[in-house]
């Protein structure tokens, strides 16, 4: 009973530091989300936002570099996480090492050598912007990608393949009947880690060239043109978003994990 | 238990409530109190946009020849603090910060009582004019026969003369803002690959011959001014309407036009830019420059200088124009703060006294080093600027070649009046012998001839409908359209 109780004023600085910085601002963008400019109650701003063609173009824009950010970030990562993984390696942080360390340079650092790169193979670098753009996001979250396919990878029981191979399974069917369905939790947070960053980081665009707005910079211009009802709207939308991937995420590999199991 | 933790929770909120308390308190007493004579002075300013001092006397030396020789250890705000005691027997206390845009430095200053004395540029001036957030100079601040009086005596008669005419709601500019640095937008040109001629038009931008080799700002109001003046440029570039009577003040109403019909055309010639140029650019446009990935960039004369200089470290030399349509006038001015100085009448002077020391010939000549910009300031009685230019540009007539050299008169800015109303003995008191080449180059970045001047614009801050539409007309042009990529318009 005591050390429950101590145990849970431990967690007070941190209920603190969630009030003062998490919930309260949330708080502030929820009353300029849904006032007018004359501090009236009203949904204009929300509608307004769907009702513009920019906007939603923009949400539209942004859903397709992070939806093709993932899916190839998706298609690199796991065929490496389950070469080191399941591999017989006897040194297998280090590899993982080789594939992480990048995460220790600052991103805008590795953007701007990146950027050089990419000028020498391609030459002009604006024929190319959402190529480019893909390209620096993947560079940029990879490793978020790696880390947790690689850890649900090697929790995978060794047992569970030897079994499915004696029991005549070939190598393709080992791999999508038992490995594929058993790293899902893996894969759903790795979505989750690279969709949503991928979204609104539109300092990558920035730094490549790519003048196209994404929501992230939607937001900053909103904001540095006085309009902070606009910017909590889309702001809110993103939340309610984030709030949608990660509801249908948890539900997926709860329902996922145990149905694996029992098949 | 849980009755418990939420007793706890209320003792740290109330804890943490007071200890704010407290800190306001003695921040109060520590001001008011304790060392009564020290002023606090709270001055916010552009990032790199002062002299830090610290200069390596065998390369940086600046020795004119009336004199003076200017090789500083400390910086400017250092020096303020010791001079004002010098002069006026009292402490000052420096709180110097930077900020990196005019939105940013409003948004801190909407918070409150922020800042005594701000550097904004000349759109947000007004717009604190309009909103009252500022106190006016005091009568004092423009007698010139006061000595410490370095702006009042120092200003060029030329910017004098923009201050004065422009108003907002009845009252001068120059009542509220003293200047800072000034000069024009145009564009930086690798003179190897495009011509003079081509860059002197705004509708580079839209060339199709340097698709993709060319950038322009990421900033609403700059990208407006040059899609304005492409969609204006027949007619002003006619010759009817140049030489027209009031050419200066149907110009000014053109380039500050926020009607649909121009935002609307604007609108058009913005997206067909964003299709043609490199980049929409805040910063890398500098480096872009140097290392050949755009071939040209609009830029601000202050970077411009800045950008030929780094270039030609790097072997490369780049050229500097201000597109013969028009031009913008731009200026950073020093603004006092209603919410900070009040009716402190100790800050006021301060502040004050802050912006005559900066004015001062010799601190204007090391902030223009060291930054690279043109100050306001031509030194009046003062003969250290004009010195300064012919340190920086002046050729030797025996030893180069007579071809290479031109006449480059300055007089405008230092008299105020156009060539045809002077002497040729006064235009030649400011008229230096230099190279050829620095007609394109760092000397007509910072001192544009008069013609240059005659086509400058200042941009207005545009009222709240004009506004709205000017940051719609933005996204439109910044964003991507579903609705039109599916159904067509």
Redesign the interface.
């Not at chain 1, 063609?53 to 923009?58: A, R």
């Not at chain 1, 060239?209 to 707005?213: A, I, K, L, R």
């Not at chain 2, 910044?478 to 990529?485: G, L, S």
């Given at each position: 009973?005591k050390s429950?109780?101590l145990r849970?004023?431990l967690a007070?600085p941190y209920?603190?530091f969630l009030l003062l910085f998490v919930v309260f601002p949330l708080l502030v963008v929820i009353y300029y989300g849904f006032t007018n400019g004359d501090g009236q109650p009203s949904f204009e701003n929300f509608i307004n936002f769907f009702k513009n063609?920019?906007?939603?173009?923009?949400l539209?824009?942004s859903f397709a570099i992070a939806i093709i950010t993932t899916i190839v970030c998706l298609l690199l990562a796991y065929p490496v996480a389950l070469i080191i993984a399941k591999g017989a390696y006897s040194k297998k942080a280090k590899f993982l090492m080789i594939f992480v360390l990048p995460m220790w340079i600052n991103f805008t650092l590795r953007i701007t050598a990146l950027k050089e790169v990419l000028?020498l193979i391609e030459g002009?670098?604006?024929?190319h912007q959402f190529l480019n753009t893909i390209i620096c996001m993947v560079y940029d979250f990879l490793p978020f990608m790696m880390m947790p396919l690689y850890n649900s990878l090697t929790k995978l029981d060794d047992g569970l393949i030897e079994a499915a191979r004696d029991l005549g399974a070939g190598k393709r069917q080992v791999l999508f009947k038992v490995i594929l369905p058993l790293s899902v939790p893996g894969i759903v947070s790795g979505v989750t880690m690279v969709f949503l960053p991928s979204m609104t980081n539109y300092v990558v665009l920035?730094?490549i060239?790519?003048?196209?707005?994404i929501m992230g910079?939607?937001i900053g211009?909103y904001?540095?043109?006085?309009?902070w009802h606009n910017g909590s709207v889309i702001s809110i939308v993103l939340l309610l978003i984030i709030l949608a991937i990660t509801y249908l995420s948890n539900k997926y590999t709860e329902d996922d994990g145990t149905s694996a199991r029992v098949r | 238990?849980r009755k418990?933790?939420k007793k706890?929770?209320t003792y740290?909120?109330c804890l943490?409530m007071l200890m704010g308390n407290m800190l306001t308190l003695t921040g109060c007493s520590s001001e008011g109190g304790s060392d009564e004579d020290v002023i606090v002075l709270r001055v916010s300013n552009w990032e790199e946009y002062i002299d830090e001092g610290d200069w390596d006397p065998e390369e940086e030396t600046i020795e004119l020849e009336n004199g003076t020789v200017i090789c500083p250890e400390t910086g400017i705000v250092e020096d303020f603090e010791a001079w004002f005691y010098e002069t006026y027997g009292r402490e000052v206390r420096v709180e110097y910060s930077t900020f990196g845009?005019n939105?940013?430095l409003?948004?801190q200053m909407s918070m409150g009582d922020t800042y005594d004395l701000v550097c904004p540029s000349e759109y947000m001036i007004m717009k604190l004019m309009t909103e009252d957030m500022l106190i006016p100079y005091s009568d004092e601040f423009y007698d010139t026969s006061i000595e410490t009086n370095y702006y009042a005596k120092g200003l060029s008669p030329y910017i004098r003369s923009v201050y004065d005419e422009l108003s907002i709601e009845g009252e001068p500019l120059s009542k509220y803002a003293a200047g800072y640095m000034w000069g024009t937008l145009g564009i930086v040109y690798n003179p190897e690959v495009i011509s003079a001629e081509e860059a002197a038009h705004w509708d580079l931008l839209l060339s199709k011959k340097y698709s993709?080799?060319v950038t322009i700002k990421?900033s609403v109001r700059d990208a407006y001014f040059a899609g304005n003046s492409i969609y204006n440029k027949d007619l002003l570039l006619s010759e009817e309407f140049v030489n027209s009577e009031d050419y200066y003040v149907q110009m000014e109403q053109l380039l500050n036009a926020t009607d649909k019909k121009t935002v609307d055309a604007t609108e058009d010639i913005l997206s067909d830019i964003?299709g043609n140029?490199?980049?929409?650019?805040?910063d890398?446009g500098k480096a872009d420059m140097v290392s050949g990935?755009v071939v040209a960039n609009q830029q601000w004369s202050g970077d411009a200088v800045y950008t030929l200089d780094q270039a030609e470290e790097e072997g490369v030399i780049l050229c500097y124009s201000a597109p013969e349509e028009a031009t913008n006038l731009w200026f950073d001015g020093w603004v006092m703060l209603k919410d900070g100085i009040g009716e402190d009448p100790d800050k006021q002077m301060a502040a004050e006294a802050f912006v005559n020391f900066v004015s001062m010939p010799e601190n204007a000549i090391r902030n223009m080093w060291y930054i690279g910009y043109t100050s306001v300031i031509a030194g009046g009685e003062d003969d250290s600027i004009f010195q300064y230019i012919e340190f920086l540009y002046s050729a030797d007539p025996e030893e180069e070649a007579p071809e290479d050299l031109v006449e480059y008169p300055v007089s405008h800015f230092f008299t105020g009046k156009h060539a045809s109303e002077l002497t040729d003995e006064e235009i030649a008191e400011y008229t230096l012998t230099t190279w050829e080449e620095q007609t394109r180059r760092q000397l007509f970045a910072q001192y544009p001839p008069e013609e240059v001047t005659d086509r400058s614009v200042v941009m207005a801050y545009f009222d709240k409908e004009g506004?709205e539409r000017i940051?719609q007309m933005?996204?439109?042009v910044?964003?991507?359209?579903?609705?039109?990529?599916l159904w067509g318009e």
């Open positions: 009973m429950n109780n849970k004023q007070i209920a603190i063609g920019k906007t939603v173009g923009t539209i824009y000028t002009n670098l604006a024929y920035d730094m060239y790519n003048s196209t707005y910079s939607l211009s904001f540095s043109a006085y309009d | 238990m418990n933790s706890l929770i740290i909120l943490v845009t939105e940013e409003y948004n993709k080799q990421d964003k140029v490199y980049s929409f650019e805040t890398s990935k506004n940051n933005w996204l439109n910044r964003c991507f359209d579903v609705y039109e990529y």
